[in-house]
């Protein structure tokens, strides 16, 4: 059995044409999910993603029952069947059964879960061993904590910028464009979209709405700035502690800060 674990969490070469022929086929798979929802090339070629879809469950559920059977051997102590239970209800192993469940579950009842199919692709995480960047992960994480204060003020800054904005024009446009600024709320969103995407998508006709207007395209160039700026520093702020805590040795837990 260990040697079976060792083929998918081990550091061997045989370890990463196994990870790497199924990430591959993974990839495949989602593809093909895309491609066979259009029409015509269903039509073409559903034999073939018939047949491609039955190779890769065959894959997909001989590898899930080899992680199942080996997993007991990651918990310490003697192999215990028992430690198989633990691994089900982890999330990835809970991902991998809903990959396959969508194939098998037609057979049993009258329900069509192709659909789920598109889970695969979190499958990915375990392929690509999403820990070996957990360092980069937790510099991340730190770096919103810290920053959480700054961000959530400019979120509610600019919200009542353009609950301010929406106010404007709406009072500025309600009579010449009743059907595009019909009240303060829709407004609002007239004005969130012309700052996310730096343009009108009704243009204004007085005179004072295409000022406010260009006001509010401009303003979202600062509404997209400022979070980026803030997270940025951030960044620059826990790289430079990194530097000056490293070779530091916690005297509580004994591990490197």
Known sequence: MEKIY??????????KIVNT???????????????????????????????????????????YLLRVISSPCKYVGKYNPLNMGRYIITPLAIIDLLSILPFYLPLLFKLDLRFIRIIRVFRLIRILKIKRYSKSLDTIIRVFKRKKTDLVMT???????????????????????????????????????????????????????????????????????????IISSGFVEEINRQKECKGIICPHCGKEL
Not at 6 to 15: A, I, S, V
Not at 163 to 192: A, C, H, K, R, T
Request: charged share 10%; proline share 4%.
């Open 6 to 15: 060792n083929l998918f969490e081990g550091h061997t070469r045989k370890t």
């Open 21 to 63: 022929s199924i990430a591959v086929l993974i990839i495949l798979n989602i593809i093909a999910v895309i491609i066979d929802s259009y029409k015509n090339i269903n039509k073409m070629f559903s034999n073939e993603f018939y047949y491609f879809e039955v190779f890769s469950i065959i894959v997909f559920s001989i590898e």
């Open 155 to 229: 979120i509610f800054v600019v919200g009542i910028l353009i609950i301010l904005s929406g106010s404007v024009m709406y009072y500025l446009e309600n009579d010449l464009q009743p059907e595009n600024f019909p009240n303060i709320v829709d407004s609002s969103i007239w004005s969130l979209k012309t700052m996310i995407f730096l343009g009108y998508e009704t243009p204004p006709m007085s005179a004072l709405g295409k000022i406010v207007g260009l006001l509010i395209t401009l303003l979202g160039l600062g509404w997209i700035a400022m979070p980026i700026s």
